[in-house]
Every structure is written in structure tokens, then in C-alpha cells.
């Protein structure tokens, strides 16, 4: 339990201070506060919204929650969790500066309005919060990541915050109401899009790995009809890579096969089952 930091009032209420985490040279989800739960337990990110960013990160880039990190503006709970005041924000920026250059992220995602305005600064103006990050990420879809403002150097997309009391309602724009949520999933595609993090293969996990795993049993069946040795069904952000072992040596071979980031489970799962029912009959499939 760290509590050595006495720089502002919130050191008076908090249980403990809650450090950043996760990995380097990926995606950094900045929000405003710990929460209760948090607090409790000195983790980032564990409450139901910080479920929900983990859902939503995974679903769409194919990162578990140890592929991307999380901070806060503020390392300490604010009191019936109001918002951190401006002079605790200043108080905790320097913590904030030391956190992005030692996870040295590719894309800082500023998750809720509080993060957002510290973040985005001048980018975004007094007034409505969500109709300025959706014409910002619209904007960047545009025209590229080159639009989005920047913090310590590094290109940040503002998104809404991903409590269940804002992720589940809707915002109003020129064309009529959209929900939150859209918006908040654009952000996260944006990301993937403009700073792919590459390079390390990741597992599946979530709703991406349940979709693959049901695809991967289809295959199985119609490899009980063959009489080959192996095949293995990879999901890493942006592939599928089937690892497919033929009985005969030296038959071995992989195939990624690109797919899009912005794809839903549903997407990817049908997208998995048409290439398996293109590829050679095997025995045994394992996902890895
Ligand atoms: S919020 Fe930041 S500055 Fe304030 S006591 Fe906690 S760690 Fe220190």
C-alpha cells in the first residue's frame, strides 16, 4: 500500500493511493479518479466502469487488460466521488508527466469529461463536452491522427466516460440523438487504427476468444473426418492466424490472415467460419 504523498487534501480521505500500471509502448486510458473500489484495493480501473473500458478495449484492439495501461488525473479517491477540484488536479500533474514517460504510450485515450479537458486543453472549448470529442474524432478519421491534440507529446483522443449512468445513454447531435456508447467505441477504433500496437502476440480473451472458440469447434468437427495432426486458431489485433499441422512431415504452415479492427465478435466469428470451411480438414484444433 503506497500512501507517501501528502500534496493535497486528498491525501486526508483517501485508503491508499492508486498507482498506474499495465504496459509500455501500448494504449493508456487516462481517467479522472479512483473509485471506491479502487481506493479499496490500490488497482486501477477494476470498478464497473473500468469493467466496461476493459470490455470495450478488448472487444475491438484484442487487448486483455494486461496489453494496454491505465492513470488517473488524480492517484487519490475524491470524497462521495465528486470531481477532483483544479488545485488537486496541478497538485498531481507532475505524477501524471512522470506516469506517460515511463509507459511511453503510443495513444493516450482521456476517458471521461474530467481527463478530457485536462488532456485536450485549449482543443476543447467551454460548453458541451461529447458534440466537441465527436467532431475532434470525426475530424481525426478525416483527415488522420495529426488532428488530434496533443499532451507530453503524444496524440490523445477524448472519449466519454464509461460508467454505466453515461455509457448507456445518448447525446444529441445535428442528425438527432446517438448513443454514448457509438461515440466511445469510435474512440477506442480510432486508436487502433492510428497506433496499432504490434509485434507481441496476444491471446484471446472475452467475447473475441468466445467467438474464435466457436468457430474453432465447427472446424473441429469436420476435422474428425480427417485424419490429419493439428491446427492452431491464434486471434492477435488486426489477424486470425491459423497454425495448421498436416500428418505428413514437414507439412506445416501458417496463415494470418488480416482482418479489420473495427469488426464485432459476430463479424470476426462468421469471418472465421468462412475461412475454415476454405481450409484443409484437420484433427484437432486448440486455441492459443
Ligand atoms: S491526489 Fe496526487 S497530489 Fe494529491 S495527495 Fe494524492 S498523489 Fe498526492
Redesign the pocket.
Known sequence: MRND???????EC?TQ?VEPDGATDSILAVGE?PGAEEDERGVGFIGAAGRTLRREIEAITGLPREGWSRANI???RPPNNRK?FAD?VR??TD?LKEAIERQNPRVILAVGESAGRVLCGERLRAGAYLPQVARMIADAQQRGSQALPLYEGRRVIPMPHTSGLAWNRTYKTPEGNRKIAELGRDAIRLAAQCFPVSGRPWTAHGRIAKAAEQAAAAWFVRACEGANEGAFLHYKPGYIGFWISRKHPGEHWVRDIPISNGMNEQEIASFIFDRARSLPIVSEVDLC
Do not use: F, N, T, Y
Open positions: 504523498c501528502a500534496a493535497c487534501r486528498l491525501s483517501r493511493m479518479a488524480v492517484r487519490c477532483p488537486e497538485s498531481c505524477k
